[in-house]
């Protein structure tokens, strides 16, 4: 059975102005564009019964669509890198999201995932990068970021045992209904007082 994680798609703008990141550090195995994604809960190989199970609940999930942008890059290894990243600005809906996924993973027996959520595109990486070369690269780049844009749905990805990142195959889609706006104070006050007579 191939790895399975769950993961938020990267637009075609904003996967293009990541794409404009790339280059310019030793070392660096570049991933590519149509693989940018955020992964929201890896879930690993798992046998057909619970992979159905996972998707059965993971079609359940009832959230609103979300806005967001990638800003920011870093890297993950401090003394000795090993991944370059873009960073994610500040979604309480994003988070929201990935805790239920993490509660249903749990529900089903999945073990918790050892490592805090921190949302992040995977750019490159490191195979023996200087951490001076490193440090360069970002010092150049680090008022990245994109327009907003919005995840209309969440997927389930596959992947097969391979270096680096990809390829990855969407198992299954699941939509985000769309918000639903609640008037302001200020819009409910301006609206018309019905008569009682």
């Known amino acids: 059975m191939p790895r399975l994680f769950t993961a938020l798609e990267i637009p ?11 280059g310019g550090l030793p070392g660096a195995r570049w991933i590519d564009v149509e693989n940018y994604h955020i992964t929201l809960r890896f879930i690993g190989d798992v046998d057909g019964r619970t992979a159905d199970e996972i998707v059965e609940r993971l079609d359940r999930i009832d959230r609103p669509e ?14 000795k890198p090993h991944s370059v990243w873009a960073g ?8 929201a999201l990935q805790g239920e996924i993490e509660r249903i993973c749990q529900r089903i027996g999945l073990p918790p995932d050892p490592r805090k959520f921190m949302p992040h595109v995977t750019l490159a990486r490191l195979k023996s990068s200087r951490l ?15 327009a907003t844009f919005t995840a209309p749905r969440f997927v389930l ?29 200020s819009s409910r006050l301006l609206q018309p007082v019905k008569s009682l007579v």
């Open 132 to 146: 001076d070369d490193v440090v360069q690269y970002l010092a150049g780049r680090g008022n990245f970021h994109t």
């Open 88 to 95: 994610v600005s500040q979604s309480p809906e994003m988070y």
């Open 157 to 185: 990805l596959s992947s097969r045992e391979s270096v680096g990142g990809g390829p990855y195959l969407t198992e299954e889609v699941f939509p985000l209904h769309e918000a639903r706006s609640t008037p302001s104070v």
């Open 66 to 79: 979300f806005q967001f942008r990638l800003e920011g890059i870093g890297s993950f290894g401090s003394k």
């Open 12 to 22: 075609r703008n904003a996967a293009m102005s990541l794409s404009l990141l790339r």
